[in-house]
């Protein structure tokens, strides 16, 4: 009994100890997050409960201090911020990021997800950590992928019931040459803008509509100046957690896994929230005078045809990473 104790209490000082270099690893410090979206926007739910997650397992000493609303500048200017180590973090469409890694604008491809399962299966499966591994060279660290989802179109013009009602309509699209394309290919006008200025742009006709999320047509009130939308689901996007890798660098192992374990853990109670908020989100359109639409298969075909040369031209553009995710996705379908 005696050799026992004196091995119990063994153990137990050098689970101390362990715990003790643990907390000594860890210092007083606040991370910036950033996200060019307001309170409602899907993404807050999981901000929310990373910056509850890194409290907590940090005792307090971490704290997360949350930017709504693009206020820590445009999404290009947060991932230079990145890059310099003035913000810590930051949330934003997986696309965005192919300016830094050409591979991440699969994520823009339309159509190239038929359900949430098949996006989480590639976002978090080995293709995905490839990508978000390549951005380290950019001076940027990929977390975790959280959830937008598929996208809509909303105008203030006119009911979408057919493909060709969407030409000649000004819809603002995400900067990026993969969105300006599809637009075109539509017969409409694309208008580049960071996502800050679209309600103004909006307000004052100076474009007719834009695509998004239900969910981020919902958090924005865009009903206020836009009165129809249409769930045509042709993108689905992945939204990247993206750390700056100078102040990554300046982390102890502690606090690197503290943070890393907080974004995967937030990124299922992100989709959660974000997937059960779908038909509320819905409803709140319509309850506020918005028009909801949806096409027809035969005319949602169409819009599949009308991609195709688009994704044709970015696909020899991208790369190998294309004939990966596709090969992958034939594998789940089977």
Do not use: C
């Amino acid at each position: 009994m005696k050799r026992f104790f004196i091995k119990s209490v063994l153990a137990t000082v050098a689970m101390a100890a362990v715990g003790f270099a643990s907390a000594q690893d860890i210092k007083e410090r606040t991370l910036k997050f950033g996200l060019n979206g307001p309170e409602g926007h899907p993404a807050v739910a999981g901000m929310k409960a990373f910056a509850e997650s890194v409290a907590a397992k940090s005792g307090g000493k971490i704290k997360v201090q949350l930017f709504l609303n693009g206020a820590l500048g445009s999404d290009q200017a947060v991932v230079s911020s990145l890059k310099g180590g003035t913000i810590e973090m930051a949330v934003m469409n997986s696309g965005i990021l192919a300016s830094e890694v050409k591979a991440l604008e699969i994520f823009d491809f339309p159509f190239l997800f038929a359900n949430e399962k098949e996006a989480d299966a590639i976002a978090d499966g080995p293709i995905g950590q490839k990508m978000h591994a390549q951005l380290q060279d950019k001076g940027i660290v990929g977390l975790s992928y959280w959830e937008l989802g598929f996208r809509s179109i909303t105008n203030s013009k006119r009911a979408l019931n057919k493909v060709e009602d969407i030409e000649g309509l000004k819809l603002r699209v995400i900067p990026n040459a993969i969105n300006v394309d599809w637009v075109k290919a539509l017969g409409a006008n694309p208008t580049p803008l960071p996502f800050p200025e679209v309600y103004a742009a909006m307000e004052q006709k100076a474009i007719d509509g834009q695509e998004n999320p239900v969910s981020v047509i919902a958090a924005n009130k865009f009903w206020e100046v836009q009165k129809y939308v249409t769930l045509t689901n042709h993108q689905y996007n992945p939204q990247s957690v993206i750390f700056s890798k100078k102040v990554w660098d300046s982390l102890s192992l502690t606090e690197k896994k503290i943070i890393d374990d907080s974004a995967d853990a937030a990124a299922k109670n992100q989709r959660t929230q974000s997937r059960a908020a779908l038909a509320a989100n819905l409803e709140l359109l319509k309850k506020n005078g918005m028009m909801v639409s949806q096409f027809t298969p035969a005319e949602v075909a169409k819009l599949r045809e009308k991609m195709k040369p688009v994704i044709d031209k970015h696909s020899a553009a991208v790369g190998p990473i294309v004939a990966e995710v596709q090969a992958e996705l034939a594998k789940m379908r089977k």
